[in-house]
Structures are given as C-alpha cells and as structure tokens.
C-alpha cells in the first residue's frame, strides 16, 4: 500500500516499467543519485500511488498495455503535476512532458543513446526544477545529515569523516530509510565485486560506531534479514 507523502527533502520518483531489465538497473541508479523511487510494472497500480502520494517525477514506459489508466489521473492533470519521462520498455528515452502546468518542454524526441545514464541525467534536469526550496543535496534522518558535496555526515553538532565506502553505505541507508536491507542489496550498491559477509559485517560495525556515538543509535541490525537506519521501531 502506498505511504504518506514525504517530509524531508528527498525528491520522489514513480518508475512504471514493465521489463525488469528496464526497471532494476534504473531504479538502483536512482537510489544511488539520491532519489526514493517506487517502482510499479502496471500503470493501474501507479494510478493508486499518485492518488496517495504526490511525486516529483513519474518515469513510464509508454509500451505498457495499461498505460491509458494514466490518461485521467487527477494528479497528473493538477497544475503542480509531476514531470513525466517518458521511456520504451527496453529504457530508450522518447521525451518529456513538464510538471508545473500545461505544455510541452521541447526537448523530446528518439535520444541516440537512450540507456540508464541518459535517462538519469534528464530525470535530474526534470526533478530540478521540482525540488523543494532549501534542497541542497543533502540526505537527513532526523538529525544525521549527509552531505554530498564534501561527502561528510553531521549528527546534531557532531562532524563524521567518512570512508569512500563507510559514504557509499551510508547513502544507500538514508535512501533507504526504515526498510530493511539484505547483505546481498548492500554488497550489490556499495562494491564492484562481490564481498563477504563478513567485509560487510565490519563495513556495518564501523559506520554503526560513527552514527550512533554515544547518542541514540540510528543504524539496526534485524537478525537473520539485515541492516536498517531508523529510530527504535522496528520496520
């Protein structure tokens, strides 16, 4: 069931793509550029989310039978719509459609390369524009603050240097906030190759001594599931 729409400053995507080829690599690209994404394989299922939740982005795949369910979505005729990304099903990029009010931004169109990194690249120029005032890069959980541009983590008063891959975790927690991860999802966004569990275990013990400190702690482990960053309610 969808959630309540979001507090904190993190722009949210709606990716309606059929194919997992298209939406797996997509959706984990996102997360890894800052964005919390919801991914869906019908448009009837996204109409049920955009009546929920208001969304800075919808990404669609426009050769979904279903696609018509979105013709008449009232938040996607609202004047401060979502901007919409229109894609193939094998994540060619087709153009766009602005959110903000009525109209046409003029750059759509076949794009020549049309992968992930494209379609990253004009998902950042559309949620741009739709970011909340005061957006600033920065990730936030309460008072733990990570920041993107000097790669630094803030909890209250207090500065946390940061390994490449202590920041690597760190992010994919706080995109990630209150859900569960896997070894498996953890190892997959923060290495190139494969690790253990237990270079995982340690990576997860350094960066749990960082952020809690001696304040309340933040990041969890659930046994025999994962890691989660969150208050002390269990997700």
């Known amino acids: 069931m969808p959630k309540p729409p979001s507090t904190d ?55 979904l039978p279903d696609t018509g369910a979105l013709r008449n979505s009232r938040r996607l005729l609202a004047p401060d719509r979502p901007a919409v990304l229109l894609l193939t099903g094998s994540g060619e990029f087709l153009g766009s459609l602005p959110g903000g009010g009525p109209g046409a931004d003029g750059q759509g169109g076949r794009a020549a390369s049309g992968r992930v990194a494209e ?78 569990d237990s270079a995982i275990e340690r990576l997860v013990s350094r960066l749990r001594r960082k952020v809690n400190g001696e304040q309340p702690p933040l990041i969890h482990t659930r046994r025999g599931f994962g890691y989660w960053l969150g208050g002390t309610t269990r997700p």
């Open 9 to 63: 400053a993190v722009p949210d995507v709606l990716l309606v793509a059929g194919d997992p080829r298209t939406s797996e690599p997509l959706s984990a690209m996102l997360e890894l550029a800052g964005y919390r994404t919801v991914a869906v394989d019908r448009a009837t299922e996204a109409t049920v989310w955009l009546t929920e939740r208001r969304f800075d982005l919808v990404i669609l795949d426009v050769t």
């Open 119 to 196: 379609v990253l690249a004009r998902a950042r120029q559309l949620v741009r524009g739709a970011e909340p005032s005061g957006w600033d890069g920065a990730l936030r959980y309460g008072d733990l603050v990570l920041d993107h541009a000097t790669r630094r983590a803030r909890r209250g008063e207090r500065t946390i240097e940061l390994t490449p891959a202590e920041y690597r975790l760190l992010r994919h927690l706080l995109v990630n906030a209150e859900r569960v991860l896997s070894k498996e999802q953890i190892g997959r966004h923060v290495w190139d190759d494969p690790p253990t």
